[in-house]
């Protein structure tokens, strides 16, 4: 355990994406969460926390940095429209700075703390008006991932090449805007068979470092592009005589301020591992247990990076920010017959999957305690949302060019000209937004006038929308722009109609199609109505501040946390907020 200076009060704040209160609530009571319950069982945990709306990933962990609602973050959605852009085009909230709000450790800094963000959502060095002293962003990506089978031909021009016993094959493939892998087949057992059975990897044709020697089944990790310090790892699925088989992730690099903290942690921890990879695993480029070693590694790797930070910089103020939760609930929250290819013995299956990337966040919540001093410091666990089983993808713009009001060309492209509306969807959320005549750039093609009988008309589609196979309707609410106040949602960011669906529907805004549903090849979504058990997250708190008390108290939203901290830490929050400090911590 690290040890600050005498007397200092700091503050961590954990976020654990995707974690739905009454289930990790219950690994806790079964035991399968150890540092969890050592938490709680020092200090307290919330009956449930409950996000914002709507309840996704960007616009709840601004919300939670900040205090915010979304009408003064600007943060609507994972995914939305901004006024002045083309009118289909969607800028991501992970990438955009807040409107009216600042997150807490901005508002720390400036009262002369010393501050860091973690990996946390809305703390990059590109939102540099927002950043903390400390900062590190989630990596940054230079290639996409892909599953390759390589031509093997003669080994030729390779230096130092090892013994085989069979002879030597060669190959090599390029990714995109990074360059050439270069492999080196040998066949390394003394039995007169041939039989191929280890690759050597490198970004050169040598087997000098930092080339990787792997067999089937087994993974290793390259720097690719030594300026960027961007890397990327592979997993060896097959050797044959003819070909090798392969899977890499995205290649990625660290993104950090100060200079010598990305320096350092480069040197210390190497490339940022990718993570996850949900459409690999959907494409079936590789398997679950793959997937979960993904997990694990990027989740140790994180944990292990903010134990440094916290010994390393003592920080007055820290945000983190932990997956394994949330990939795991949106690949293997099966618990709905309706799921497509749903049996019960799949369903245990993949229960036993989700309780293995939940232990992952326990070893990592682990790393962090090793290196944490809750004498000084409190710990505060949150998350952002919920998780709820899924079983059908909606179409949302295959509704509105059905209706009419969307256009496309031969390739699916939008027809400005001859478009009334369009919808950008995130989970079980979406935003639609009028081509409004005046407001939309290219000149809008709906008059003042007409607005309201096409918001009325968007507003009809959605609400009489039914699930073909139940007959149930697919939308728990849907509403005017002019209804968005009491949801925190009033912002020029926002639609013209805002709807959440009832949770089994995910929502896409992918246009072209000729149908509007189709079964979901994935199980866990969220976005939905905040209010909902299942949308419910957990808060957990223990460490300086906050008496061994082991109860649990009334709920909390995620927006009071961050005038929970200011109150801590002892300065004023930012006028912009809208949560209170918990009254547990005004009143102990």
Not at 128 to 147: C, E, L, P, R, V
Not at 412 to 437: C, D, E, M, P
């Amino acid at each position: 355990t690290a040890t600050s200076e005498p007397g200092k009060k700091s503050v961590v704040l954990v976020s654990w994406d995707g974690s739905r209160a009454d289930i990790v609530y219950d690994l806790m009571e079964s035991g399968l969460l150890p540092s969890f319950s050592e938490i709680a069982g020092r200090g307290v945990r919330a009956e449930f926390a409950q996000t914002i709306d709507p309840s996704l990933t960007a616009a709840a962990h601004n919300s939670i940095s900040s205090g915010s609602y979304p009408t003064h973050t600007g943060i609507t959605s994972n995914s939305f429209h901004v006024t002045g852009d083309d009118f289909y085009w969607y800028r991501k909230g992970f990438e955009e700075p807040m409107d009216e709000a600042e997150p807490i450790w901005v508002t720390a800094s400036r009262n002369g703390l010393t501050t860091a963000a973690v990996f946390f959502p809305g703390g990059t060095p590109a939102l540099d008006d927002q950043m903390a002293d400390y900062t590190i962003g989630y990596g940054i990506q230079d290639a996409y991932s892909n599953q390759r089978k390589v031509k093997l031909s003669t080994a030729e021009g390779w230096s130092n090449s090892p013994a085989s016993f069979s002879s030597p094959l060669a190959g090599s493939f390029s990714i995109q805007n990074v360059g050439s892998v270069y492999l080196l087949v040998i066949d390394s057992t003394d039995d007169s068979v041939e039989n191929y059975d280890t690759v050597i990897l490198n970004k050169e044709r040598s087997v000098a470092e930092p080339a990787q020697t792997l067999g089937v089944s087994e993974w290793g990790s390259l720097v690719l592009l030594n300026t960027a310090y961007a890397g990327a790892d592979f997993l060896i699925q097959e050797i044959t005589s003819t070909t090798v088989t392969l899977y890499h992730t995205g290649v990625e690099h660290n993104t950090a301020y100060p200079g010598d903290l990305l320096d350092a942690l480069n040197e210390k921890f190497g490339c940022f591992p990718a993570g996850a990879d949900a459409y690999a695993l959907e494409d079936g480029w590789i398997t679950e247990e793959d997937f979960l070693y993904q997990l694990e590694r990027q989740s140790i790797y994180m944990a292990q990076v903010a134990a440094w930070v916290y010994s390393t910089y003592q920080p007055d103020l820290m945000l983190t920010w932990q997956d394994p939760f949330d990939s795991a609930g949106h690949q293997f929250f099966m618990t709905d017959p309706l799921q497509f290819e749903y049996s019960p013995e799949r369903a245990n299956q993949y229960l036993a999957y989700y309780r293995r990337a939940a232990a992952v966040a326990d070893r990592s919540l682990g790393i962090m305690l090793d290196a944490f001093d809750l004498e000084n410091t409190t710990l505060l666990m949150v998350g952002d949302h919920g998780m709820a089983p899924i079983h059908s993808v909606v179409y949302v713009n295959t509704v509105l060019e059905q209706a009419g009001l969307l256009t496309l060309d031969s390739s699916n492209a939008v027809v400005l000209s001859k478009t009334r509306a369009f919808a950008i969807a995130s989970g079980g959320a979406i935003h639609v937004y009028i081509n409004l005549v005046g407001r939309e750039k290219g000149g809008g093609t709906v008059t003042a006038e007409e607005y309201p009988a096409i918001q009325a008309q968007i507003i009809e589609l959605y609400q009489g929308l039914v699930d073909p196979l139940t007959n149930a309707p697919v939308f728990q609410r849907v509403l005017p722009r002019s209804e968005l106040a009491p949801l925190g949602l009033d912002h020029p960011n926002s639609g013209d109609v805002f709807a959440q669906a009832v949770p089994g529907y995910h929502l896409d805004a992918w246009r072209g199609n000729d149908y509007i549903f189709t079964p979901a090849d994935f199980y866990g979504q969220h976005g939905y109505d905040s209010s909902l058990e299942e949308m419910h997250t957990i808060f957990i708190a223990a460490g300086a501040g906050v008496p061994v008390a082991g109860e649990i108290i009334p709920p909390v939203r995620v927006v009071d946390y961050a005038p929970t901290i200011a109150l801590l830490l002892g300065f004023a929050p930012a006028d912009t907020v809208d949560g209170t400090p918990i009254p547990f911590f005004v009143h102990p």
